[in-house]
């Protein structure tokens, strides 16, 4: 298991460092700056303030020291807003995404791994037909639209919800939904199908036909296999709910992450764009090499570290 995890973190530092160089290479390569204006500013202006960040040193020398910085944990300061840095939005801005975003995770595991069990238990009755029609249409109805029609009818029309802000805890209602509804529909579907191929096994039929109850068979027997692909797709979800949703966040006015990287694109706020790339990257793969340690823990039959 060690060689396995030193293995996988030497990955990640290679996956993170092709991140960073590709982002920074990318941005660079669009026309304009991040003092780009529709009123364009004065030559000597730009010249000073390029200057103060150091963008008018070669790019090779400024991606030097934009990589010396990371690795000292200093995402720089922000181009638009004078004297923030990115480390300080970023310190701001995900506890707020990740308020949303657990509860959001919490609600796709609490109600879509149920859903998908007692759906495939219940296999072509009407508990199934309902559940699979209710996770057809989450899955095909995107979050903004979710997002907007819960405020047009529940905080519009009915009243019932706030429309922006998080400042008590049926502020959360609105968002929570329209960041998991996808995911939910989404869980609920994987966890049938994959129970239902689960269930056809021979081990299942042998437990069956020993006597035990279906609880028990279902319980102890079939559910641990049936969640790994499960598994498999909440890591990398954990990690893009948690880091923020720019679409919804925008539409409810939350201040998290995604609201911060909306604006740096565009504002072309460089490093502020650079530094939400690389946190979400780094959340991103350490959540894939908990998903694959985890497998060891679902199923000892998996051998993380051969």
């Not at 364009?40 to 010249?47: E, F, Q, T, W, Y």
Request: charged share 15%; proline share 5%.
């Amino acid at each position: 298991m060690g060689r396995f995890i030193a293995n996988r973190i030497v990955s990640m530092v290679i996956t993170l460092l092709l991140v960073i160089t590709i982002t920074f290479l990318l941005m660079h390569a669009i026309p304009g700056g991040p003092f780009t204006r529709e009123k364009a500013l004065p030559p000597a202006v730009i010249k000073a303030l390029e200057a103060k960040y150091k963008l008018d040193q070669p790019l090779w020398k400024q991606y030097i020291d934009y990589l010396g910085g990371v690795i000292k944990g200093d995402l720089g300061p922000s181009f638009q807003r004078t004297g923030i840095t990115v480390n300080k939005l970023i310190e701001e801005g995900f506890p707020v995404s990740a308020k949303i975003g657990g509860l959001s995770v919490l609600l796709v595991l609490v109600l879509g791994i149920p859903i998908g069990i007692i759906s495939a238990l219940k296999q072509n009755k009407w508990q199934d037909q309902l559940a699979m029609f209710m996770a057809t249409l989450g899955v095909t109805i995107p979050s903004f639209v979710l997002g907007t029609l819960i405020i047009y009818i529940f905080s519009s029309k009915l009243g019932w919800l706030p429309s922006y802000g998080l400042k008590s805890w049926k502020h959360y209602i609105g968002p929570v939904i329209a960041l998991s509804g996808f995911s939910l529909s989404f869980v609920a579907r994987l966890t049938r199908s994959s129970m239902l191929e689960v269930l056809q096994q021979d081990y299942i039929r042998t437990a069956r036909a020993k006597g035990l109850s279906e609880f028990v068979v279902v319980g102890k027997h079939a559910l641990k296999n049936a969640l790994i692909p499960v598994v498999t797709y909440v890591g990398p979800l954990v990690a893009a709910i948690l880091t923020g949703s720019f679409v919804v966040e925008r539409i409810f006015a939350i201040p998290g992450m995604g609201k911060h990287f909306v604006e740096s694109v565009g504002n072309r706020d460089y490093t502020v764009l650079m530094g939400m790339t690389i946190f979400y990257a780094l959340f991103l793969v350490v959540m894939v090499l908990v998903v694959d340690v985890a497998y060891g823990f679902i199923d000892p039959r998996i051998k993380v570290d051969e």
